[in-house]
């Protein structure tokens, strides 16, 4: 299982960025997956996730600006950020589950909104 995200950058509050997570290893289209946050000194948190069927979850503090969206023909999920915020700013990882056995993570992509 390989995850690689990308599109990560420095934005201005308000800005806009979208990022993408490329998979490779097992099915795809069968997995369950998400996008997690680290800020400096806090837990990796949960900002969104999508099943294999497409239902969407996110975290209140992203709801109606952040999208989470699949692409299973091209292996990627995507993470569209827009009204970002300085709170915002993180390291950014792609994850599934795949397997049930244990979660697979990306190397993460770093978010810096400022002003």
């Known amino acids: 299982v390989q995850l690689v995200e990308s599109g990560g950058g420095l934005v201005q509050p308000g800005g806009s960025l979208r990022l993408s997570c490329v998979a490779s290893?097992?099915?795809?289209?069968?997995?369950?997956m998400s996008w997690y946050r680290q800020a400096p000194g806090k837990q990796r948190e949960l900002v969104a996730a999508?099943?294999?069927?497409?239902?969407?979850n996110y975290a209140d503090s992203v709801k109606s600006r952040f999208t989470i969206a699949r692409d299973n023909a091209k292996n990627t999920v995507y993470l569209q950020m827009n009204s970002l915020k300085p709170e915002d700013t993180a390291v950014y990882y792609c994850?599934?589950?795949?397997?049930?056995?244990?979660?697979?993570w990306g190397q993460g992509t770093q978010v810096t909104v400022f002003s």
């Open positions: 994850q599934t589950p795949w397997g049930g056995l244990r979660n697979y």
């Open positions: 290893g097992f099915t795809f289209s069968s997995a369950a």
């Open positions: 999508i099943s294999s069927g497409g239902t969407t």
